[in-house]
């Protein structure tokens, strides 16, 4: 509230720097991010204009969600819309699909096969009461 205060008597933000003890950069982002009259924080605009429509955002999204699998790079291609890879992540990030690494699904080999089938084999007359020992 100082810091708005000391910025609509027209000083300086290094002057209020000074004056309040703080960093000319929180006295600006301060200054930005904040109302004067209400003293509430102010609903920030889009600094950045958009570079895809609603529509192409639509058929990014069902992209993603069909080739999930894929790299951001082939996603692009598979789509036919000419945008950089940071467009896409940021768009897929608004509708919270979000790049991850999948998970690689072990391999079963025979020799595990015969193992678990063995096991189970060798199990499978036991009653509750036996489980209940082992736990």
């Known amino acids: 509230m100082r810091i708005l205060t000391l910025a609509h008597t027209s000083l300086s933000n290094r002057a209020i720097a000074d004056k309040v003890g703080r960093s000319q950069s929180t006295v600006s982002r301060m200054i930005r991010a904040y109302d004067y009259e209400t003293f509430g924080h102010r609903d920030l605009t889009r600094i950045r204009k958009r570079k895809t429509t609603k ?19 082939d996603i692009i291609h598979i789509s036919g819309i000419k945008v950089s890879q940071t467009t896409l992540r940021r768009q897929l990030k608004e509708v919270e699909l979000y790049s991850r690494v999948r998970r690689r699904k072990p391999v079963v080999t025979s020799r595990y096969k015969a193992a678990r089938l063995c096991w189970a084999r060798k199990y499978q007359n036991w009653t509750v009461e036996d489980w209940m020992r082992v736990i």
């Open 55 to 73: 529509h192409e955002d639509r058929i990014f999204t069902r992209t993603a969600k069909t080739y999930g699998d894929q790299a951001f790079h």
